[in-house]
């Protein structure tokens, strides 16, 4: 098996610590940094990716090979230091102002992660100006917005507004989720996408950005 | 008279199997060790970390009904208003984990481990659950020992947020209860810190006045089905 071979297995048994030192043996050997993500931390998260979409494993594996990708990924950053990680997309995300649950948000963040998107996690309590200006500054192509509560799904509201007010609707997407968003309220207040899980905020962020 | 609480740790701990359902795994197939390790992590922490601590305090159904009608938001055919006219006793509780549960699961997060994180999270929410049953428990047996219960009589917990009760409705029951002298305060958007904590009227009365068809109009958008166990427990 190969060194990335290797990578990509230990990480899908969620074997953080042999990732870490596999990871520092690929640079070791001078495999070039964004090979060892590709095929070796990325190409893992895709196969535990599709087999928890076909409920062959489940979420605490998911997590356990996410917090291994994590630990390789750390000893790659300084290789990437001018450019930062390559990724497919970059992503603004976080739980809108007013509410603290953050555990939806997190899973999301983590799964954008692993199919190779860049995270920027507000945190919660996000004030929408944060969102605009954010995503605005970094350059990200999506904004995610997350809530629990029925009494704070305005400030998603506003986050859109807020976009076409300052003309950025069309360059930045918005995708919103959490236990009282829907399809169809994410449709009435004009969010051009809407994520059920974590999986699925995978796949409605990949079309978003085409 | 409001009476605070400091539950049993073991009386609220939630069973394995629930844990794990709740954490998607299904109960027909063996646990991985690795996951029964993070499942044993998780309750660890939690048992060291959690406060489990209520506050409950019996109302009449005239004092009870500024505060169900709360900020006005209610829906028209709310369950529990045609419910609490016709209970015998009723009490609004308010309870809670503790403010160091949750200052677990964002450090769990915080260091990467999502796996414990997400364990511990639905460790602490399912104790927050089985404490408001103890409630219900601790009211009927209150109530067993002063006469105040039959073999017809059931104790069922209603909460806003919950079955046409509008969560705004938080705000007068904690202008009633005061569930700040347990630590727990509200935001303007009505969402309770620490974030496992519950808020409830327990009422007693005879079964049937509990009973009900899960057809109405808020159902559809409900995502918490709990209904049926509770209806189940009317035939029991
Ligand atoms: C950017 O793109 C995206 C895409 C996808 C995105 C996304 C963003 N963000 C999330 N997703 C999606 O992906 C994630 C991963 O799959 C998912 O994220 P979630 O955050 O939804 O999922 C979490 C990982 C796990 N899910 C959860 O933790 C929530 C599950 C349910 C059952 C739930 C639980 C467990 C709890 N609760 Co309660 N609770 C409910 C929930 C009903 C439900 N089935 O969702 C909800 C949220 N609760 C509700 C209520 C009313 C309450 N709860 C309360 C208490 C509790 C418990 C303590 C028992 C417990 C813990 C909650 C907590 N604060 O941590 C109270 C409030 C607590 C507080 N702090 O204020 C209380 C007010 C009840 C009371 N009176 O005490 C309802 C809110 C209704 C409303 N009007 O807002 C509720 C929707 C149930 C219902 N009635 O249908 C997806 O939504």
Same mark, same amino acid.
């Given at each position: 098996?190969?060194?990335?071979?290797?990578?990509?297995?230990?990480?899908?048994?969620?074997?953080?610590?042999?990732?870490?030192?596999?990871?520092?043996?690929?640079?070791?050997?001078?495999?070039?940094?964004?090979?060892?993500?590709?095929?070796?931390?990325?190409?893992g998260m895709d196969i535990i990716g599709e087999?928890?979409?076909?409920?062959?494993?489940?979420?605490?594996?998911?997590?356990?090979?996410?917090?291994?990708?994590y630990a390789g990924m750390d000893q790659l950053k300084p290789l990437f230091a001018k450019e930062g990680i390559p990724s497919i997309g970059k992503v603004v995300l976080g739980t809108v102002q007013g509410d603290l649950h953050d555990i939806g948000k997190n899973l999301v963040g983590i799964m954008l992660k692993g199919a190779g998107f860049d995270i920027i996690d507000l945190g919660?309590?996000?004030?929408?100006?944060?969102?605009?200006?954010?995503?605005?500054?970094?350059?990200?192509?999506?904004?995610?917005?997350?809530?629990?509560?029925?009494?704070?799904?305005?400030?998603?509201?506003?986050?859109?507004?807020?976009?076409?007010?300052?003309?950025?609707?069309?360059?930045?997407?918005?995708?919103?989720?959490?236990?009282?968003?829907?399809?169809?309220?994410?449709?009435?207040?004009?969010?051009?996408?809407?994520?059920?899980?974590?999986?699925?905020?995978?796949?409605?962020?990949?079309?978003?950005?085409? | 008279m409001n009476t605070i609480v400091q539950f049993e740790l073991s009386d609220i701990l939630p069973r394995p199997e629930a844990?794990?359902?709740?954490?998607?795994?299904?109960?027909?197939?063996?646990?991985?060790?690795?996951? +029964?390790?993070?499942?044993?992590?998780?309750?660890?922490? $939690?048992?060291?970390?959690?406060?489990?601590? @209520?506050? *409950?305090?019996?109302?009449t159904a005239e004092e009870l009904t500024p505060i169900f009608r709360g900020e006005g938001e209610n829906e028209a055919d709310a369950l529990l208003a045609r419910i609490y006219h016709r209970a015998d006793n009723l009490a609004l509780f308010a309870l809670t984990m503790g403010s160091e549960v949750s200052a677990n699961i964002e450090k769990l997060f915080a260091d990467n481990d999502f796996a414990a994180g997400s364990m511990l999270d639905s460790v602490a929410s399912l104790a927050a +659950?089985?404490?408001?049953?103890?409630?219900?428990?601790? $009211?009927?047996?209150?109530?067993?020992?002063? @006469?105040? *219960?039959t073999p017809e009589h059931l104790v069922l917990g209603y909460s806003p947020g919950y079955c046409g009760w509008h969560i705004s409705g938080q705000k007068k029951l904690f202008e009633y209860l005061e569930p700040d002298r347990i630590g727990i305060s509200l935001n303007d958007s009505y969402l309770m810190t620490p974030?496992?904590?519950?808020?409830?009227?327990?009422?007693?009365?005879?079964?049937?006045?509990?009973?009900?068809?899960?057809?109405?109009?808020?159902?559809s958008s409900c995502k918490h089905r709990s209904c049926q166990e509770r209806l189940a427990r009317l035939v029991s």
């Open positions: 098996m190969s060194l990335l071979e290797q990578i990509s297995t230990s990480l899908q048994q969620g074997e953080d610590k042999q990732v870490f030192e596999l990871t520092n043996e690929a640079i070791a050997e001078g495999i070039p940094a964004k090979e060892i993500l590709d095929n070796g931390l990325i190409a087999q928890f979409r076909k409920h062959e494993i489940f979420l605490p594996e998911v997590l356990l090979a996410a917090r291994a990708m919660k309590d996000v004030p929408p100006e944060e969102f605009v200006e954010t995503a605005v500054r970094e350059g990200a192509e999506v904004i995610g917005m997350s809530t629990l509560l029925t009494t704070t799904t305005p400030m998603m509201t506003q986050v859109i507004e807020l976009l076409k007010e300052k003309g950025f609707d069309s360059t930045i997407k918005t995708i919103v989720g959490g236990a009282p968003v829907s399809e169809e309220l994410a449709r009435d207040i004009g969010a051009d996408s809407y994520g059920y899980d974590a999986a699925s905020a995978v796949d409605r962020v990949k079309e978003l950005i085409g | 844990v794990l359902q709740d954490q998607g795994v299904p109960g027909d197939r063996p646990v991985p060790d690795r996951i +029964d390790a993070v499942f044993t992590q998780a309750l660890d922490i $939690f048992a060291r970390s959690a406060r489990p601590t @209520g506050t *409950i305090s019996e109302l +659950d089985k404490a408001s049953e103890v409630f219900e428990a601790r $009211f009927f047996q209150d109530l067993s020992s002063r @006469g105040l *219960i974030l496992k904590s519950i808020t409830g009227l327990l009422v007693s009365g005879r079964k049937e006045i509990h009973q009900c068809e899960p057809h109405f109009g808020y159902c």
